[in-house]
């Protein structure tokens, strides 16, 4: 075994770190030896609260009981987002995670809607998705064959708690501790070991950068660089606080627009999670502040955790021995919930590439590439939001609506527009339904269709849109209630109250 790369020491806990820990011990067991370094006195940022479908996956490959895991973090379900005033003001607009309609092979379910609609059928395209008809009317249930797609909203910090039992439980060590310093090799460059305040020295093969913005190891020790795309993602700040809830659990998050940015609302088991994400330069700190507590409902169990942030991406996100995973590789703001997708992404490809003996530099040039790549694609997603809008409103919007875009989304916007097409590229996070889904709801109506719908005649495609639209209909009205089923199905115990 000598010479072989054991040593894999994980630098910060929280989410990303104990993601990563949990991971990695599960699936490569005692082939690695995992230490975590976390310090109690450092805080996390902690409010990545709503999820996407992949976390449901990751849980399952590492043998997560999801009622256990439900329980554990007071989650909820979610079947999309709610996007409320982004288009003018006084819209809605819902992006859901399941599929709409029924799609053909050569072509996706909106040209078969468009066409529908030149012959006088004019129920909106949300009418034939499932999701999205059981989230409005606050339903949900497991369906066969995954039927019934979803994610979870959930408490962030008490998921980094239960992951941290798995990975203690399989073998990984904590060390609880602040790094003081990020001790280099003096011949090779890379990270030779991590000092603590307490003269501790931890030496390690792999190292992992899980200490979220301040990103020690990757930019403090190694440099690695970073791009800002700020120009195009203009919210540099946010104010989050969570209340009492005073209402049944829905089963989605609300993403709701105001004129320096947005607020989110996001109902778990035993509380309601809010911020209010905003452009500091059209909005100040304190304005934020009053305006989040006056757009609240229930009363405040926290203080207001106050954020600031820079969107972007490091360079090299695996640079030497290290790896960045989480805040210390990039930030994307919380509009799509991306945050712990991205964590489980750059985990997954971790282990996918684990190196044997030698750490490969066609090994990091593969993985920065692909991480390179699926933080631009969800660049391009968000931006969308932003720069497709109507608001004329504030200086804010804009500045958005005014903006100049990556070829990338100017691309996809034209392409959709013209032809109503969508192209899914490279493993692409967001499929075609969720492009077109978010690109419909901000007012983008393709100006053609994809001849394979003139196919059918009128009788066929009054039937099969009819037949879309009832087949959701009774499918939700058969559904239980979303709280109800919650309550049965991983009902977490709520403290008394005092």
């Known amino acids: 075994m000598e010479g072989r790369l054991r040593r894999v020491v994980i630098a910060g806990g929280g989410t990303a770190g104990w993601m990563a820990a949990a991971a990695i011990a599960r699936v490569l067991g005692s082939a690695v030896d995992v230490t975590l370094v976390e310090s109690d006195a450092i805080g996390t940022v902690g409010v990545g609260e709503s999820t996407i479908p992949p976390l449901v996956a990751y849980n399952r490959l590492l043998g997560i009981n999801e009622a256990d895991f439900m329980r554990a973090t007071n989650a909820t379900f979610k079947l999309g987002i709610n996007f409320e005033g982004w288009r003018n003001g006084t819209d809605s607009y819902f992006h859901s ?11 996706g379910f909106q040209h078969f809607w468009r066409y ?6 004019d129920q909106p395209y949300a009418d034939y998705c499932l999701e999205l008809g059981a989230a409005m009317a606050g339903k949900f249930a497991h369906l066969p064959d995954n039927g019934l797609n979803y994610a979870y909203q959930l408490d962030a910090t008490a998921y980094a708690r239960f992951l941290r039992n798995m990975a203690e439980g399989d073998g990984t060590t904590r060390i609880e501790g602040r790094i003081a310093q990020v001790e280099l090799d003096g011949e090779s460059g ?5 000092t603590l305040d307490s003269g501790q020295r931890i030496e390690g093969d792999l190292f992992l950068d899980c200490t979220g913005f301040r990103a020690l190891l990757i930019e403090g020790a190694l440099h690695a660089g970073f791009d800002d795309w700020t120009h195009w993602l203009p919210c540099d700040a946010a104010i989050a606080v969570q209340t009492e809830n005073v209402r049944p659990p829905i089963p989605y998050t609300r993403a709701m627009a105001h004129d320096a940015g947005w607020q989110w609302r996001i109902p778990l088991q035993h509380r309601t999670g809010n911020g209010l994400v905003y452009c500091s330069r059209y909005l100040s700190q304190d304005a934020a502040l009053e305006r989040l507590l006056g757009n609240i409902e229930g009363k ?12 972007g991406a490091r360079r090299r996100q695996w640079h030497r021995n290290c790896v960045a995973i989480g805040l210390s590789g990039g930030f994307m703001e919380p509009l799509e919930s991306t945050s712990i997708h991205l964590i489980q992404r750059a985990v997954l490809r971790l282990i996918r590439m684990m190196p044997l003996d030698r750490i490969s530099p066609r090994d990091i040039a593969e993985f920065n590439d692909q991480q390179h790549v699926d933080m631009v694609q969800i660049r391009d997603f968000l931006i969308l939001h932003y720069k497709v809008t109507e608001r004329d409103d504030s200086a804010f919007w804009r500045q958005c ?16 527009r013209e032809t109503g097409r969508v192209f899914r590229r490279n493993e692409e996070l967001f499929a075609e339904n ?26 066929e495609l009054a039937s099969l849109l009819s037949n879309l639209r009832d087949l959701v209909t009774r499918t939700v ?8 089923y919650v309550a049965r199905y991983c009902g977490a115990r709520q403290p008394e109250a005092v």
């Open 97 to 107: 995670f399941g599929i709409t309609g029924k799609d053909h092979w050569s072509a």
């Open 434 to 459: 969720s492009w077109v889904q978010v690109m419909l709801g901000q007012g983008i109506v393709p100006q053609s269709h994809h001849p394979i719908a003139e196919k059918l005649n009128d009788e």
């Open 300 to 311: 405040p169990l926290t203080e207001p955790n106050k954020l600031r942030f820079t969107t």
């Open 477 to 484: 009205s058969g559904l239980p209630d979303h709280a109800a």
């Open 190 to 194: 890379d990270i030779a070991a991590l």
């Open 401 to 416: 609506r005014d903006m100049e875009i990556p070829d990338t989304l100017t691309q996809k916007i034209e392409l959709f």
């Open 116 to 121: 529908g609609r030149e012959r006088g059928h």
